[in-house]
């Protein structure tokens, strides 16, 4: 297994995976949850697509690392941050081309305000779709977090960079999926819904060969400050 190897290679502490297309391309069940965590995933995040498999939505509550975004109204099931150890893990959701969710600013800024105590260590999932409204919260939170990750678009971007107060960031971290499809989904059929505006099911692309997009953060146990943030890219043969 991939992981395994890369937890190894480049000694890392913690693995979290967005998992909300895991069930045969939307939503999360707990089969699939289970898979990611005993291939050595520590927390699995999500977004939009986390109420599409109602099986999973019991387990949210559970024992079970799970987060959907913090910023969904008061009185959904589960949780949209997580502590392990010195690490805060976030998940927060955009609104530009999303949905009517509340504001991931005045979440996250509530949250640092009220959790205590507070680690050191604070990454951040933001599954948006603007670019713009990512590099805004990385932005208005630099300093502030160890990391804002984008995820959504499952299209990597090249902008990874350490921000000027030292908060890591990238757009989108972007997909682990075939790579002969479009954004991992069958392209005929991604294409005949082009072509006809006809909404049908859109399953996932075939075998062959597929990618591995992550990226590795460094960051200072003491400070919570980034270190460093770098690509990881790997293509696999099915």
């Known amino acids: 297994m991939l992981l395994p190897d890369l937890r190894q290679e480049y000694g890392i502490d913690m693995v979290i995976a967005n998992a909300e297309n ?12 289970r ?20 099986e999973i939505i019991p387990y949210l509550d559970g024992e079970m690392p799970i987060l959907r975004p913090l910023n969904y109204p008061p009185g959904v099931p589960g949780r949209g941050y997580i502590v392990k150890g010195q690490v805060l893990v976030v ?33 951040i999932d933001f599954h948006a779709e603007a670019t713009s409204e990512k590099i805004a919260l990385g932005r208005y939170l630099d300093g502030r977090v160890s990391a804002v990750l984008g995820t959504h678009t499952h299209v990597g971007t090249i902008d990874t ?41 859109l399953p996932v692309a075939g075998k062959g060969k597929t990618i591995f997009n992550a990226v590795l953060v460094s960051i200072d146990k003491d400070s919570g400050k980034a270190i460093s943030i770098d ?8």
């Not at 895991?22 to 949850?33: E, F, P, V």
């Not at 690509?231 to 099915?238: A, L």
């Open 161 to 201: 960079q350490l921000l000027p107060q030292g908060t890591a960031y990238v757009t989108d971290i972007g997909m682990t999926g075939p790579v002969d499809s479009v954004i991992g989904v069958d392209t005929e059929a991604v294409i005949d819904r082009f072509l006809t505006m006809i909404p049908h099911r």
């Open 91 to 123: 998940n927060l959701i955009g609104r530009t081309f999303m949905g009517n969710f509340d504001c991931p600013f005045r979440a996250m800024e509530q949250l640092l305000a009220e959790l205590k105590p507070k680690p050191p260590v604070i990454i």
């Open 22 to 33: 895991l069930a045969g391309g939307i939503g999360l069940t707990s089969t699939t949850a």
């Open 35 to 54: 898979e990611l965590l005993d291939a050595d995933v520590d927390v699995l995040t999500s977004g939009n697509h986390i109420w599409a498999q109602k």
């Open 231 to 238: 690509r990881i890219y790997r293509e696999v043969e099915q």
